[in-house]
C-alpha cells in the first residue's frame, strides 16, 4: 500500500512570502492521479491542483503543482492572507484512495 | 452548481450503526462516482468508498467488512452505513464527488460531526 508522507508539518510564513510544500510517495505514482486539496477550519477541503501540475476552476495561479515519480510539490508564489490552511495531497490509482497526513501553513 | 448535503445522527451508540445521507442537489447524479471520506479530530483524511450513479461498489479495504454504500438516482441521494460502531469512528463525516476528467474529488458537503458514545 502507497503511503504519501507530507512535509514539513506546520510551515510558519508571514503574508506575501512563497510557501513550498512537499508531499513524498512511498513507491512511484502516476503524476495524472496525485491532487492537492486546500482545507480551512470547519470547512470541506477544496480542490486545488490536479494531474500533479493543473490547477482546478478558480484557482489562482499563484498556486502551482510539480514533481513526478515519488516526490511533488505544491507551491503558493505569495501567500495571502486567504491561504493560510491546511493542504493535503491525495493518490488514486490502485486501492485504497489514500491522503497525506498535511501540511498546515500558519501565519508568522 | 452542485452542492452536496450530509444528514443523519450526530451520536451513535458503540456496537450500533452509523447512518448518514448525502443529498445531491444542482446536478445529476448520473454519470459520477459519489464517495464517503471521514476525517477523525486531528487526523488526517480516511476515504470509506464509493458507489457509482448504477449502485456499482468499492470500499477500502480497512472498513470492508463494516461498509455499506447505496445510492437512490431518484432522490438524488447516497447513503453510508457503518455497523458495528467504536469510538475510533467518531470523526467528520463528508460525501463527496469524484469527477473522472479530473481524477479528483471536485465538489464537497460540509461534513458531519458523528460522535460514537453511550
Known amino acids: 500500500e502507497i503511503v504519501l508522507t507530507q512535509s514539513p508539518g506546520t510551515l510558519s510564513l508571514s503574508p506575501g512570502e512563497r510557501a513550498t510544500l512537499s508531499c513524498r510517495a512511498s513507491q512511484s505514482v502516476s503524476s495524472t492521479h496525485l491532487t492537492w486539496y486546500q482545507q480551512k477550519p470547519g470547512q470541506a477541503p477544496r480542490l486545488l491542483i490536479y494531474g500533479a501540475s493543473s490547477r482546478a476552476t478558480g484557482i489562482p495561479d499563484r498556486f502551482s503543482g510539480s514533481g513526478s515519480g515519488t516526490d511533488f510539490t505544491l507551491t503558493i508564489s505569495r501567500l495571502e492572507p486567504e491561504d493560510f490552511a491546511v493542504y493535503y495531497c491525495q493518490h488514486y490509482n490502485h486501492s485504497p484512495l489514500i491522503f497525506g497526513g498535511g501540511t498546515r501553513v500558519e501565519i508568522k | 452548481q452542485v452542492q452536496l448535503q450530509e444528514s443523519g445522527p450526530g451520536l451513535v451508540k458503540p456496537s450500533e450503526t452509523l447512518s448518514l445521507t448525502c443529498t445531491v442537489s444542482?446536478?445529476?447524479?448520473?454519470?459520477?462516482?459519489w464517495n464517503w471520506i471521514r476525517q477523525p479530530p486531528g487526523k488526517r483524511l480516511e476515504w470509506i468508498g464509493f458507489?457509482?450513479?448504477?449502485?456499482?461498489?468499492y470500499y477500502n479495504p480497512s472498513l470492508k467488512s463494516r461498509v455499506t454504500i447505496s445510492v437512490d438516482t431518484n432522490k438524488n441521494q447516497f447513503s453510508l452505513n457503518l455497523n458495528s460502531v467504536t469510538a475510533a469512528d467518531t470523526a467528520v463525516y463528508y460525501c463527496?464527488?469524484?469527477?473522472?476528467?479530473?481524477?479528483?474529488?471536485?465538489?464537497w458537503g460540509q461534513g458531519i460531526l458523528v460522535t460514537v458514545s453511550s
Open positions: 458507489t457509482s450513479y448504477t449502485g456499482d461498489t
Open positions: 463527496a464527488r469524484w469527477t473522472e476528467v479530473y481524477w479528483a474529488f471536485e465538489f
Open positions: 444542482g446536478g445529476s447524479i448520473s454519470p459520477f462516482y
